[in-house]
Structure formats: structure tokens, C-alpha cells
């Protein structure tokens, strides 16, 4: 079965401290994206990526930047964690070129930011 | 702005009712919504999902209404059960390229037996 795998699940950080959340994907999808989910506002992209080697600004991309090594894995990065990035992080995984398909997504990593 | 608007933020039902989620939505280029249903501490999950050319798509006791010239659309749960209860995500594909999707704020249902 398709898996959208993420770590730590958990994760205390100081503000002005970096931060790297990490995404693996089982289901040799090319698409990876990263959301936040904050109460009153439900899902919102944050970056996204089209295969290896590539990242794309999604519609909240500030304070945060994305890496794509491989076309399993793929990061977040706060490079100055700040309390207002004090939420939940879902990665998800879709196809390529199948526009209107199904996005998986993974368990999820709770960040607070102290 | 794209905006995906849901309606109620939380809904509780009886056991065996019909639970109504609804969503609207703004730009007319939206053609494909899914659904997601997302349990605590879990990630969403696609529920169900229905392409602008039709008006209504059923899976078992979810079905989806769709009125396209009102740009709104509901999920009707039947005979709701209590582990139907969680977090329904209303969503709205857009952008010619990457598949990417913008989300409602969700309705919390709460079934009670």
C-alpha cells in the first residue's frame, strides 16, 4: 500500500533555531507537497516539488524553504523558527501529470516553537 | 483570492441521520473537488471527489451535490455512524500545472449514538 512516511512526529524548537522536517514517500510519485493545518484555516501549501532536484513556492512559502534530494525524500527547513510556525505539518505525495488525482498524505509532525 | 468557503465549522448528528456539509466556492476555473476526511491525529484521507461536468457522485452513503451555476456543492453522509465522526476538508483543484489543491477550513462531525 502507498505510504507517506514523516519524522519526528514531534518536535520542540527555541525560536531563531533551525529546523528540518523530513518526508518519505513508498508510492514512486514525482509530486511531493508540504502543508500547514492551523484551526480557522485548514490546509494551506506551503512549498511543493515536481521530482528531484526541484522545489516550488506554494501560496505561504515565507520562512520556510524545501529540498527534494531524491524522489523519495523531501525536507522543510526553518531556518529561524519562529512562534508563529508553532503548528502541524502534513507532507503528501501525488503522480505527475495527473491532473485532479488523489494526494496522499502523511501522518503528520506537530511542531511547537517556544 | 481563491477561496474554498465550508459550512458548518462543526455539526452533531444522531446516529442514522443525514449529515449536510456544504462548500462554495468563488473562481470559476475550480473544476474538481474532493473531499477529504481526516481522524485525530491522522492526516486527510480522500473521501470522495466529483469533476464539474457532473452534478452528483455517490459512494455508498456519500454523496456528493454539485450546482455548478451557484458554485456550491455538499457532502450528504446517510445513516451516519459514530465512526463517521472527524474532520471533512472540502477542496478545490487549481493551477495549470502540480495539482494543487486549496482547502476549506473543515466541519468537525460529531456522531452521537
Not at chain 2, 54 to 66: L, M, P, V
Request: charged share 20%; net charge neutral.
Amino acid at each position: 500500500e502507498a505510504a507517506v512516511t514523516q519524522s519526528p512526529r514531534n518536535k520542540v524548537a527555541v525560536t531563531g533555531g533551525k529546523v528540518t522536517l523530513s518526508c518519505n514517500q513508498t508510492n514512486n510519485h514525482n509530486n511531493m507537497y508540504w502543508y500547514r493545518q492551523d484551526t480557522g484555516h485548514g490546509l494551506r501549501l506551503i512549498h511543493y516539488s515536481y521530482g528531484a532536484g526541484s522545489t516550488e513556492k506554494g501560496d505561504i512559502p515565507d520562512g520556510y524553504k524545501a529540498s527534494r534530494p531524491s524522489q523519495e525524500n523531501f525536507s522543510l527547513i526553518l531556518e529561524l523558527a519562529t512562534p508563529s510556525q508553532t503548528s502541524v505539518y502534513f507532507c503528501a505525495s501525488g503522480r505527475q501529470g495527473a491532473a485532479q488525482d488523489t494526494q496522499y498524505f502523511g501522518p503528520g509532525t506537530r511542531l511547537l516553537v517556544l | 483570492q481563491q477561496q474554498v468557503r465550508q459550512s458548518p465549522q462543526s455539526l452533531t448528528v444522531w446516529e442514522g441521520e443525514t449529515a449536510i456539509l456544504n462548500c462554495s466556492y468563488e473562481d470559476s476555473t475550480f473544476n474538481y473537488f474532493p473531499w477529504y476526511q481526516q481522524f485525530p491525529g491522522e492526516g486527510p484521507a480522500l473521501l470522495i471527489s466529483i469533476r464539474s461536468v457532473s452534478d452528483k457522485k455517490e459512494d455508498g452513503r456519500f454523496t456528493i451535490f454539485f450546482n455548478k451555476r451557484e458554485k456550491k456543492l455538499s457532502l450528504h453522509i446517510t445513516d451516519s455512524q459514530p465512526g463517521d465522526s472527524a474532520t471533512y476538508f472540502c477542496a478545490a483543484h487549481y493551477g495549470s500545472s502540480g495539482n494543487k489543491l486549496i482547502f476549506g477550513i473543515g466541519t468537525l462531525l460529531s456522531v452521537k449514538p
